[in-house]
């Protein structure tokens, strides 16, 4: 049995953030949390991530773009991305990037536990 | 010439597709399969959100933006999604659906983000300046009373406003869209939140600081009011919206008003006024009515205060009666806050709108107002008073064309002064009627012989129960008539424009038939388990959709009740966006599979894309068998108490943990693919009784079939008519059998996300002529309908399915199938002989309901696995 791996959710919002690890740590989600896409960057070259869930519309960064970049050095992750606005154009133009499916905030939490056990799915098949 | 006779060769003698080893086939098959997943899982969500937003429009409750604009980023992602997996499927055959995916995201981007446009113009209009047509610049409030500055007789205070060229000089597009951001994380729902973040940016529009040049122009003016009236006159600061364009949205009292400023807190004021916009029952009514944040723009009036003996509102005509004659005045001491907001008790008289405006009722309330030295007592308002007020709101409501409701201040000095006019609501009749329909069983005469289901499509309607299950029965539907099915497909949806009501034991308000439904305006209640035994063919019963509810006979005390909810979206910008962009999304053009025009180029709307990628991954997908042959090295054969011969390809995890390794055998008991055993179930339930007797004729007919087809002759050796190939993973199968002149094929996929199960059954030919193996194959259709199966049926060639269903369910399905594979052998040589079909007909589904029975309830009964809500374990 392989080890299992973690998700990476990286986000600006510090109240996001720890939210999200309460949730996670409530369902026994093994994670870790990131600020800024270099912050994600960086713990994927160290730790063992097979999902990241990520906000496209961090200030500073092109998220889609900095999903581009994970994905380059690791094209096997799954990347779910979050975005405030319900933008059709961000949703659509992430999937076309390569993101597995994107979420709205506020976040239904279940339904984004659910779109992370697809992408695991999808990566185990 | 040459390519003529290739032509032909390819025709009669199509090139053998490559073959695979396992490891290549395994490959192969979870590559497509992992498509063909995501796109049902895409199709589903799609559908549902399709749904969703209909329930919506029709629904007549309110609805956001937000959720708009939420639903139809879910349909695009899923749509792309879908198309995206049909292309990987297909490698790349259907490339024109992603040009028509394209221009349909463009317009419906185009349509959603679409902002009302924003006239630019002064900072600051003085009153004296403004007419109606400066509505988009001053807001309603402030240009109406502009106008009024200009009628004889009339006295407004001295003023000017803040336009909405100066609200967006304060208020930027960076604020607004950091405001955006905090308005669309917060849960509507949380009326904390919502409090909580409303107090958020409010704050923050109060510390940001007025740009300098408006600072200084707002002084300007305030300085002239100061030279018309008097030194440190104090002012009033009022709201003044754009954009509240609906005469059944008033808007009354949500936004702030500041009284009583002067030179030193007037900067304050301002902002305060411009934070309003954004109070919590601002945004919440804003939200029920259907308009945008955005839509809405607040300018800010500035105008002396009125030194008011008494003030009050009067309505140029009393609302909330028949048009009585009357006009409705309140009135109370001083300023007319208590009045507008409610909080004050206040006069009341109702007064003729005929000369000499007698007074026709008062009730006072208040305490007794000086009229001046000379009097002691009386009511808030003179005769004098009363008939200036009615003369003012009569000329007003001229001027207007429209009844008015006036909001007025007379001075000490006895001088009657115009605050505000507006055209008069007349209360909210959207809100009043948009109660549901609901249902109680008291309110009734009679009980509903059914209750329950999913209300699918909203409404009422009445007629004649009519079963339809058939294509004969589809031929024979009744206009007017009810629709009754079994499961909901689309392939009954041309019975719409005939049908009254469609009530069916399956389903879910996502499914085609449901949007069709709600497309063509017809009630829709689904998801009533029981329906088909409680309803009779030509029973007349009233569907009340809505209450999910069914009566016995005409009931017109409910058919009365069908238009009586209003829209109370109607008119906002809102609901204008969502029309528009239905268009794109839901009307489906793509009926009919086998129509010619069941082409990727006639897709013009999403719901046409999901269609038609559906309709293909299916057949992409069970082509699979044909379009990948195996190396056959790759089979073990099954041993033990085993009829027949039956080889069995692991694809993954199909096989028991370490069983098969280095051998060329495999046992049952070592299989766990869970849709592989539950057909080796029915294989093995009844032993085979061996072929039937034949007559001479019947026999004769099989040789010479043999003769003119020679891979159909049993005794010429060939892989596929001697062996029998299972293709399993722990949740799927795929069986291929050759059992002597017949071809079937059982496929399954059993999941628990019931969008990806499924159970497909194809089933062809036979060693006896057409006629014979056309009628086989309707007997096997026949009994396959029993079991919930959608069936299609060409001469001898039958394709069955059953999806999204339990996966007990699916299990039931497949040992019906695995039954059927086996007797159904060499069944078509005694198909001419009378009674025969009969006679088997009756011997299967006996065999079948004691085999269904020894492991689980028998067919017809509920699985409770009808579409729920997908859920991963």
Redesign the interface.
């Known amino acids: 049995m392989a080890k299992k791996k973690k998700i990476l959710l990286v986000d600006d919002e510090v109240d996001f953030r720890e939210t999200m690890g309460k949730l996670f740590s409530r369902r026994e989600v093994d994670f870790s949390l990131a600020e800024s896409c270099m912050d994600a960057l960086e713990q994927i070259e160290h730790d063992d991530f097979d999902v990241v869930v990520m906000d496209v519309s961090m200030p500073g960064l092109d998220g889609l773009k900095c999903m581009a970049e994970m994905k380059k050095v690791h094209p096997h992750l799954e990347v779910i991305i979050l975005t405030?606005?319900?933008?059709?154009?961000?949703?659509?133009a992430?999937?076309?990037k390569g993101a597995f499916?994107?979420c709205?905030?506020?976040i239904d939490f279940e339904e984004l536990?659910?779109k992370i056990?697809?992408a695991r799915?999808?990566l185990a098949? | 010439m040459l390519r003529i006779f290739s032509f032909i060769k390819e025709s009669l003698f199509p090139a053998p597709p490559p073959v695979f080893n396992q490891e290549e086939l395994g490959e192969a098959f979870?590559k497509r399969?992992?498509h063909f997943r995501?796109l049902l899982?895409a199709n589903n969500n799609a559908l549902q959100a399709m749904a969703d937003l209909e329930k919506i429009y029709y629904g007549g409750d309110s609805y956001r933006m937000?959720v708009i604009?939420?639903k139809?980023?879910?349909i695009?992602?899923n749509v792309?999604?879908m198309v995206?997996s049909l292309l990987a499927m297909s490698s790349g055959r259907y490339g024109e659906l992603e040009k028509i995916f394209d221009t349909i995201?463009s317009n419906?981007?185009y349509i959603?983000e679409k902002k009302p446009e924003l006239p630019q113009g002064p900072l600051i209009l003085g009153l004296s300046e403004l007419s109606l047509k400066d509505a988009t610049l001053a807001g309603d409030k402030m240009a109406c009373l502009g106008e009024l500055t200009r009628l004889p007789g009339i006295m407004v205070p001295p003023g000017f406003v803040l336009t909405a060229t100066a609200t967006r000089k304060f208020l930027t597009a960076e604020h607004l869209a950091e405001i955006?951001?905090r308005l669309?994380?917060?849960?509507p729902d949380d009326l904390d939140a919502l409090y909580k973040g409303c107090h958020g940016i409010q704050s923050m529009i109060l510390a940001l600081p007025l740009p300098a040049d408006l600072e200084e122009l707002l002084l300007v003016h305030y300085n002239r009011l100061e030279k018309v009236a008097f030194p440190g006159c104090r002012v009033s600061m009022r709201s003044s919206a754009l954009g509240e364009d609906s005469a059944t949205v008033s808007f009354a009292g949500l936004y702030r008003s500041v009284l009583n400023v002067d030179r030193t807190n007037i900067v304050a004021a301002y902002k305060e006024v411009i934070a309003g916009k954004y109070g919590a029952r601002a945004i919440a009514y804003r939200r029920q009515r259907g308009y945008r944040h955005e839509d809405i723009e607040m300018c800010v009036g500035c105008m002396v205060m009125v030194d008011a003996l008494v003030s009050g509102v009067v309505y140029s005509i009393d609302p909330g009666q028949e048009d009585n004659g009357l006009l409705r005045i309140n009135a109370t001491a001083g300023i007319a806050k208590g009045v507008v907001d409610g909080s004050q008790a206040a006069d009341l008289f109702l007064i003729s709108r005929e000369k000499p405006y007698p007074v026709v009722y008062n009730e006072i309330r208040q305490v007794v107002i000086k009229q001046g030295p000379a009097q002691t007592a009386g009511p808030s308002l003179t005769y004098n008073q009363l008939r200036k007020l009615a003369e003012t709101a009569l000329l007003l409501e001229e001027q207007f064309g429209e009844p008015q409701d006036i909001e007025w201040s007379f001075d000490h000095q006895g001088v009657l002064y115009i605050l505000q006019s507006r055209p008069l609501t007349g209360g909210h009749p959207a809100v009043e009627t948009s109660k549901k329909p609901e249902i109680t069983v008291a309110d009734s005469r009679e009980q509903p012989i059914i209750f329950g289901g999913v209300c699918a499509s909203n409404g009422i309607a009445s007629g004649e129960v009519f079963r339809v299950d058939s294509p004969e029965a589809m031929r024979r539907f009744p206009k007017g008539g009810i629709l009754l099915l079994a499961h909901p497909l689309p392939e009954w949806a041309p019975l719409l424009n005939r049908a009254a009501a469609v009530i069916a034991e399956g389903g879910t308000e996502a499914g085609h038939l449901a949007t069709v439904s709600r497309e063509f305006g017809i009630p829709a209640l689904f998801g009533l388990p029981d329906a088909l035994k409680l309803l009779e063919d030509g029973q007349t019963i009233t569907l009340h959709a809505t209450g999910r509810a069914v009566f016995a006979g005409r009931r017109e005390d409910l058919l009365r009740q069908k238009n009586v909810k209003k829209d109370i979206m109607a008119g906002s910008p809102v609901q204008r966006i969502l029309t528009e962009a239905l268009q794109w999304i839901t009307p489906l053009n793509l009926n009919d599979p086998a129509s010619p025009r069941f082409k990727s180029s006639w897709c013009e709307t999403l719901h046409d894309i999901t269609r038609f990628c559906h309709e293909k991954s299916v057949t992409e997908m069970f082509s699979f068998g044909q379009t990948h042959r195996f190396d056959q090295s790759a089979a073990k054969r099954l041993v033990g108490d085993v009829p027949l011969e039956w080889w069995v390809i692991d694809l993954a995890d199909g096989f028991r943990d370490g069983a098969g390794v280095g051998v060329k055998t495999i046992r049952i008991e070592d299989i766990v693919s869970i849709p592989m055993l539950a057909i080796w179930q029915g294989i093995s339930a009844y032993p085979w009784q061996g072929p039937p007797r034949v007559s001479a004729r019947g026999f004769g007919s099989i040789i010479f079939q043999s003769t003119m087809r020679p891979e159909l002759d049993p005794s010429v050796p060939s892989a596929l008519t001697t062996k029998n190939y299972f293709l399993i993973s722990k949740n799927f199968c795929n069986l291929s059998v050759r059992l002597g002149y017949h071809y079937a094929m059982i496929e399954a996929y059993l999941s628990d996300l019931l969008t990806e199960s499924y159970v497909t059954f194809r089933f062809k030919g036979g060693a006896a002529d057409q006629q014979r193996k056309a009628v086989r194959a309707r007997l096997l259709a026949d009994i396959l309908l029993q079991y919930d199966f959608r069936i299609e049926l060409r001469s001898d060639s039958l394709l069955a399915r059953v999806k999204k269903r339990s996966v007990e369910f699916l299990e039931q399905r497949l040992q019906v199938l695995g039954y059927l594979t086996l007797h159904a052998r060499q069944l078509d040589m005694v198909m001419e002989q009378p009674g025969v079909v009969d006679q088997y007909r009756e011997k299967f589904l006996r065999e079948i309901e004691e085999m269904l029975g020894k492991t689980a309830p028998t067919c017809g009964e509920d699985d409770n696995g009808k579409e729920k809500e997908?859920?991963?374990s």
């Open positions: 405030g606005h319900a933008s059709p154009h961000a949703g659509v992430g999937i076309r499916d994107y709205l905030k506020p536990l659910e056990m697809l799915k999808s098949e | 979870r399969y992992t995501s899982t937000a604009r939420s139809i980023t879910t695009l992602v792309y999604k995206r995201n419906l981007e959603i955006n951001r669309q994380v917060l849960d997908n859920t991963v």
